[in-house]
């Protein structure tokens, strides 16, 4: 049963450019949610696709969008990166309908 | 939007006691109450959870009690051992039964001591 999985592992960028992370769900699920964890913080709740739309966001700016595929995996997009992107980029699956989530390895994005 | 407020911040036990850990959450309507385990560089990994029909949930050391009078909830780990440490995060849904959109905890940082 193949979990949920992210790429990259770590990406080193600089202030202003654009960074791309990818998911995979676990097997099973249709939904992916993704949260920004900043060290010494508890994950913070960026968006939600399901059915390859945006079903609810949290309180980031524009700059961060997503996309979702038909085959449910996920892209999050941040524009004009800034020092303070820095952070653990999680993604989550799950069902549709259902509460449990299950978080990918991460994504460890460093700005300078 | 939910407030999730977690205590304490950091927690030290001896090998062999117990550790309990507690949430506080803001929206009546919550009905969906997760922990996870965070190891080092490691992903959160949903160790229970408990649905606001029910008011206890154990599995083997660990269980989760729930009060929604008082809007709290709490993890209890009995027999803490070495592999036990790990920094502890609680959370429940945004905005009262949202699917899948949680509001985390500031985590608790346990040490178990040999």
């Known amino acids: 049963d193949a979990g949920v999985t992210q790429s990259p592992t770590h990406l080193i960028k600089t202030r202003g450019q654009q960074v791309t992370l990818r998911c995979s769900p676990k097997?099973?699920?249709?939904?992916v949610s993704w949260y920004q964890q900043a060290l010494g913080q508890g994950p913070q709740f960026i968006f939600q696709y399901y059915e390859e739309e945006e079903r609810q966001r949290g309180n980031f700016p524009d700059r961060f969008s997503g996309h979702q595929f038909p085959n449910y995996s996920s892209e999050l997009n941040v524009n004009a990166l800034l020092l303070g992107d820095s952070a653990l980029y999680l993604c989550a699956s799950s069902l549709a309908n259902g509460y449990e989530q299950y978080f990918g390895p991460g994504t460890r994005l460093t700005v300078t | 939007g939910e407030n999730v407020e977690q205590h304490p911040s950091t927690l030290s036990v001896q090998e062999g006691d117990s550790a309990v850990i507690k949430c506080t959450y803001s929206d009546s309507a919550s009905n969906y109450f997760p922990w996870y385990k965070q190891e080092l560089g490691k992903r959160p990994q949903l160790i229970i959870d408990i649905r606001s029909n029910v008011g206890e949930k154990k599995d083997q050391r660990i269980a989760v009690t729930l009060n929604k009078t008082a809007k709290h909830f709490s993890l209890h780990i009995t027999e803490t051992q070495p592999e036990d440490s790990a920094v502890y995060f609680c959370a429940a849904p945004r905005g009262g039964t949202s699917y899948g959109k949680l509001t985390f905890g500031q985590g608790t940082i346990l040490t178990v001591h040999p």
């Open positions: 097997s099973g699920h249709d939904t």
